[in-house]
T-cell receptor, first 111, second 115 residues
Framework: AQSVSQHNHHVILSEAASLELGCNYS??????LFWYVQYPGQHLQLLLKYFSGDPLVKGIKGFEAEFIKSKFSFNLRKPSVQWSDTAEYFCAVNGGNMLTFGGGTRLMVKP | EADIYQTPRYLVIGTGKKITLECSQTMGHDKMYWYQQDPGMELHLIHY???????EKGDLSSESTVSRIRTEHFPLTLESARPSHTSQYLC??????????????FGSGTRLTVV
Protein backbone atom coordinates (compact mmCIF):
# COMPACT_ATOMS: atom_id res chain seq x y z
CA ALA A 1 0.00 0.00 0.00
CA GLN A 2 1.20 3.46 -0.74
CA SER A 3 1.57 6.14 1.93
CA VAL A 4 2.35 9.83 1.98
CA SER A 5 4.04 11.74 4.80
CA GLN A 6 4.03 15.47 5.35
CA HIS A 7 6.37 16.13 8.22
CA ASN A 8 5.40 19.72 8.96
CA HIS A 9 1.92 19.88 10.44
CA HIS A 10 1.96 23.59 11.21
CA VAL A 11 4.17 26.27 9.72
CA ILE A 12 4.14 29.96 10.63
CA LEU A 13 6.01 32.42 8.45
CA SER A 14 6.23 36.16 8.01
CA GLU A 15 5.43 37.70 4.66
CA ALA A 16 8.29 37.55 2.15
CA ALA A 17 9.85 34.54 3.87
CA SER A 18 10.69 31.52 1.75
CA LEU A 19 8.63 28.37 2.04
CA GLU A 20 9.44 24.71 1.68
CA LEU A 21 6.97 22.00 2.65
CA GLY A 22 8.19 18.44 2.75
CA CYS A 23 6.42 15.48 1.19
CA ASN A 24 7.68 11.90 1.10
CA TYR A 25 5.89 8.90 -0.23
CA SER A 26 6.30 5.17 -0.35
CA UNK A 27 5.29 3.33 -3.50
CA UNK A 28 7.33 1.05 -5.67
CA UNK A 29 5.82 1.82 -9.04
CA UNK A 30 5.28 4.81 -11.28
CA UNK A 31 3.52 7.66 -9.54
CA UNK A 32 1.82 10.90 -10.37
CA LEU A 33 2.34 13.57 -7.74
CA PHE A 34 0.16 16.48 -6.71
CA TRP A 35 -0.03 19.37 -4.34
CA TYR A 36 -3.46 20.63 -3.38
CA VAL A 37 -4.33 23.76 -1.45
CA GLN A 38 -7.40 24.44 0.64
CA TYR A 39 -7.98 28.08 1.51
CA PRO A 40 -10.15 28.75 4.55
CA GLY A 41 -13.76 27.99 3.78
CA GLN A 42 -13.05 26.82 0.25
CA HIS A 43 -12.72 23.44 -1.43
CA LEU A 44 -9.50 21.79 -2.41
CA GLN A 45 -7.77 23.17 -5.49
CA LEU A 46 -4.97 21.69 -7.54
CA LEU A 47 -1.77 23.69 -7.06
CA LEU A 48 0.54 21.70 -9.33
CA LYS A 49 1.18 18.19 -10.56
CA TYR A 50 3.99 16.02 -11.84
CA PHE A 51 3.50 13.16 -14.29
CA SER A 52 6.81 12.89 -16.14
CA GLY A 53 9.58 14.94 -17.70
CA ASP A 54 11.25 17.87 -15.97
CA PRO A 55 11.23 17.04 -12.25
CA LEU A 56 10.88 20.72 -11.37
CA VAL A 57 7.28 21.69 -11.94
CA LYS A 58 5.76 25.12 -11.66
CA GLY A 59 2.23 25.68 -10.47
CA ILE A 60 -0.12 28.53 -9.88
CA LYS A 61 0.56 31.53 -7.64
CA GLY A 62 4.35 31.21 -7.80
CA PHE A 63 4.56 27.73 -6.30
CA GLU A 64 6.90 25.06 -7.56
CA ALA A 65 7.80 21.53 -6.54
CA GLU A 66 10.71 19.24 -7.23
CA PHE A 67 10.39 15.51 -7.69
CA ILE A 68 13.47 13.67 -6.42
CA LYS A 69 12.91 10.04 -7.30
CA SER A 70 15.86 8.71 -5.30
CA LYS A 71 14.48 10.33 -2.17
CA PHE A 72 10.82 9.59 -2.87
CA SER A 73 10.18 13.26 -2.25
CA PHE A 74 8.07 15.99 -3.82
CA ASN A 75 8.68 19.13 -1.79
CA LEU A 76 6.70 22.29 -2.38
CA ARG A 77 8.48 25.65 -2.50
CA LYS A 78 7.74 29.33 -2.87
CA PRO A 79 10.48 31.98 -2.74
CA SER A 80 8.38 34.66 -1.04
CA VAL A 81 5.07 33.95 0.67
CA GLN A 82 2.16 36.34 1.02
CA TRP A 83 -0.51 36.64 3.65
CA SER A 84 -2.98 35.26 1.09
CA ASP A 85 -1.03 31.98 1.04
CA THR A 86 -2.46 31.14 4.45
CA ALA A 87 -4.12 27.78 3.83
CA GLU A 88 -3.75 24.06 4.29
CA TYR A 89 -1.57 22.23 1.79
CA PHE A 90 -1.94 18.58 0.89
CA CYS A 91 0.53 16.42 -0.95
CA ALA A 92 -1.00 13.52 -2.86
CA VAL A 93 0.37 10.52 -4.71
CA ASN A 94 -1.44 8.62 -7.41
CA GLY A 95 -0.06 5.15 -7.89
CA GLY A 96 -1.97 2.18 -9.24
CA ASN A 97 -4.95 4.40 -10.08
CA MET A 98 -5.51 5.35 -6.45
CA LEU A 99 -4.90 8.74 -4.94
CA THR A 100 -3.44 8.92 -1.42
CA PHE A 101 -3.17 12.14 0.52
CA GLY A 102 -0.71 13.20 3.18
CA GLY A 103 -1.90 14.58 6.50
CA GLY A 104 -1.72 18.18 5.38
CA THR A 105 0.36 21.17 6.47
CA ARG A 106 -1.37 24.18 7.87
CA LEU A 107 0.48 27.34 6.81
CA MET A 108 -0.08 30.66 8.50
CA VAL A 109 1.54 33.74 7.04
CA LYS A 110 1.75 36.74 9.34
CA PRO A 111 1.42 40.17 7.68
CA GLU B 1 -17.00 27.91 -10.96
CA ALA B 2 -16.95 24.32 -9.71
CA ASP B 3 -18.02 21.54 -12.05
CA ILE B 4 -18.71 19.18 -9.17
CA TYR B 5 -21.48 19.96 -6.77
CA GLN B 6 -22.17 18.68 -3.30
CA THR B 7 -25.29 19.27 -1.30
CA PRO B 8 -25.97 20.08 1.41
CA ARG B 9 -22.96 22.16 2.43
CA TYR B 10 -23.76 21.80 6.12
CA LEU B 11 -26.04 19.31 7.82
CA VAL B 12 -26.94 18.80 11.47
CA ILE B 13 -29.14 15.80 12.18
CA GLY B 14 -30.19 13.59 15.06
CA THR B 15 -28.90 10.13 15.81
CA GLY B 16 -30.65 7.34 13.94
CA LYS B 17 -31.72 9.42 10.95
CA LYS B 18 -31.15 8.28 7.39
CA ILE B 19 -29.30 10.79 5.24
CA THR B 20 -28.05 11.02 1.67
CA LEU B 21 -25.23 13.30 0.66
CA GLU B 22 -25.50 14.34 -2.96
CA CYS B 23 -22.63 14.66 -5.43
CA SER B 24 -22.97 15.53 -9.10
CA GLN B 25 -20.39 16.40 -11.76
CA THR B 26 -20.88 17.81 -15.23
CA MET B 27 -17.54 16.84 -16.74
CA GLY B 28 -18.44 13.32 -17.83
CA HIS B 29 -15.70 11.86 -15.62
CA ASP B 30 -15.73 8.10 -15.22
CA LYS B 31 -14.11 7.94 -11.79
CA MET B 32 -15.70 9.39 -8.70
CA TYR B 33 -14.69 9.25 -5.05
CA TRP B 34 -15.89 9.96 -1.57
CA TYR B 35 -13.36 11.06 1.03
CA GLN B 36 -13.83 11.62 4.72
CA GLN B 37 -11.87 14.30 6.50
CA ASP B 38 -11.86 14.87 10.24
CA PRO B 39 -10.72 18.37 11.25
CA GLY B 40 -6.99 18.78 10.84
CA MET B 41 -6.61 15.19 9.73
CA GLU B 42 -5.76 13.67 6.38
CA LEU B 43 -8.32 12.68 3.84
CA HIS B 44 -9.41 9.05 3.83
CA LEU B 45 -10.99 7.31 0.87
CA ILE B 46 -14.24 5.63 1.83
CA HIS B 47 -15.81 4.79 -1.55
CA TYR B 48 -14.97 5.02 -5.22
CA UNK B 49 -16.47 4.19 -8.57
CA UNK B 50 -14.91 3.53 -11.97
CA UNK B 51 -18.15 4.05 -13.86
CA UNK B 52 -21.85 3.32 -13.95
CA UNK B 53 -22.84 0.34 -11.78
CA UNK B 54 -19.29 0.14 -10.37
CA UNK B 55 -18.71 0.85 -6.68
CA GLU B 56 -15.91 -0.19 -4.35
CA LYS B 57 -15.03 0.38 -0.72
CA GLY B 58 -11.97 2.47 0.01
CA ASP B 59 -9.23 2.26 2.59
CA LEU B 60 -11.27 3.49 5.52
CA SER B 61 -14.09 1.30 6.70
CA SER B 62 -17.36 3.14 6.52
CA GLU B 63 -20.94 2.31 7.38
CA SER B 64 -22.11 4.37 4.44
CA THR B 65 -23.18 3.04 1.05
CA VAL B 66 -22.98 4.55 -2.43
CA SER B 67 -24.60 4.03 -5.79
CA ARG B 68 -23.65 4.96 -9.36
CA ILE B 69 -26.69 4.67 -11.58
CA ARG B 70 -25.71 7.63 -13.75
CA THR B 71 -22.25 8.85 -14.71
CA GLU B 72 -22.81 12.29 -13.25
CA HIS B 73 -24.33 11.26 -9.92
CA PHE B 74 -22.64 9.52 -6.95
CA PRO B 75 -24.72 9.84 -3.78
CA LEU B 76 -23.58 8.59 -0.38
CA THR B 77 -26.13 7.26 2.11
CA LEU B 78 -26.00 6.65 5.84
CA GLU B 79 -28.91 4.43 6.90
CA SER B 80 -28.66 5.35 10.58
CA ALA B 81 -26.46 8.28 11.49
CA ARG B 82 -24.38 8.25 14.68
CA PRO B 83 -22.24 10.90 16.37
CA SER B 84 -19.13 9.02 15.19
CA HIS B 85 -20.16 9.93 11.63
CA THR B 86 -19.58 13.60 12.35
CA SER B 87 -16.99 14.69 9.81
CA GLN B 88 -16.48 16.44 6.49
CA TYR B 89 -17.26 14.42 3.38
CA LEU B 90 -15.56 15.37 0.12
CA CYS B 91 -16.63 14.15 -3.28
CA UNK B 92 -14.17 14.13 -6.18
CA UNK B 93 -14.00 13.02 -9.79
CA UNK B 94 -11.29 12.38 -12.35
CA UNK B 95 -10.84 11.19 -15.89
CA UNK B 96 -9.76 7.61 -16.39
CA UNK B 97 -6.72 7.46 -18.64
CA UNK B 98 -5.77 3.82 -18.37
CA UNK B 99 -2.24 4.70 -17.32
CA UNK B 100 -3.07 6.90 -14.39
CA UNK B 101 -5.59 9.50 -13.44
CA UNK B 102 -5.29 13.20 -14.07
CA UNK B 103 -5.68 15.83 -11.42
CA UNK B 104 -8.80 15.47 -9.42
CA UNK B 105 -11.66 17.94 -9.14
CA PHE B 106 -13.15 18.23 -5.68
CA GLY B 107 -16.50 19.43 -4.50
CA SER B 108 -16.87 21.94 -1.71
CA GLY B 109 -17.63 19.24 0.82
CA THR B 110 -20.47 18.47 3.20
CA ARG B 111 -19.84 19.12 6.85
CA LEU B 112 -21.99 16.64 8.76
CA THR B 113 -22.75 16.88 12.46
CA VAL B 114 -24.75 14.14 14.14
CA VAL B 115 -26.15 15.06 17.53
Amino acid sequence: AQSVSQHNHHVILSEAASLELGCNYSYGGTVNLFWYVQYPGQHLQLLLKYFSGDPLVKGIKGFEAEFIKSKFSFNLRKPSVQWSDTAEYFCAVNGGNMLTFGGGTRLMVKP
Amino acid sequence: EADIYQTPRYLVIGTGKKITLECSQTMGHDKMYWYQQDPGMELHLIHYSYGVNSTEKGDLSSESTVSRIRTEHFPLTLESARPSHTSQYLCASSEYSGTGSYGYTFGSGTRLTVV
